[in-house]
């Protein structure tokens, strides 16, 4: 079977589920390349809470780009994780949009919005295995 037939039966949920995930992984690692330029060029004293801060942001890279191929790979306990995290964007969002920060916390809080809708999606959980 080509990779082409497979990616037709896959929902178009799925794929732009996976697609969203991906996108929002690259973010965060170009976030993280960022924020470790600034951790060496800086002359900041409080080390520990710039390497925390750089740490908690590769982590949550990894989880992001973890799950999205997880979800590319049909492996049914990555929707749960996925789910968790679109809507832990979310509040993160409405923070940021409802104190000064809207042209970050719009898109943060529709993407977060988007990605719940996608996984869950019936066809999504079907794709999945989930009953």
């Not at 965060?28 to 924020?35: D, E, G, M, Q």
Request: hydrophobic share 55%.
């Amino acid at each position: 079977m080509s990779g082409t037939a497979a990616a037709e039966r896959e929902p178009a949920t799925l794929r732009w589920a996976v697609r969203l995930l991906f996108a929002e992984g690259i973010g965060l690692a170009l976030l993280t390349l960022v924020i470790v330029y600034l951790d060496v060029t800086s002359k900041s004293t409080f080390l520990a809470t710039a390497l925390s801060f750089t740490g908690y942001l590769a982590l949550m890279t990894l989880l992001f780009l973890g799950i999205a191929i997880a979800l590319h790979r049909r492996q049914r306990w990555a929707r749960g994780p996925g789910i968790v995290t679109q809507m832990l964007q979310m509040p993160i969002g409405w923070t940021m949009l409802t104190h000064g920060q809207p042209y970050i916390g719009a898109p943060l809080f529709a993407l977060g919005l988007a990605g719940a809708i996608l996984l869950f999606a019936p066809s999504t959980r079907i794709a999945l295995g989930i009953r």
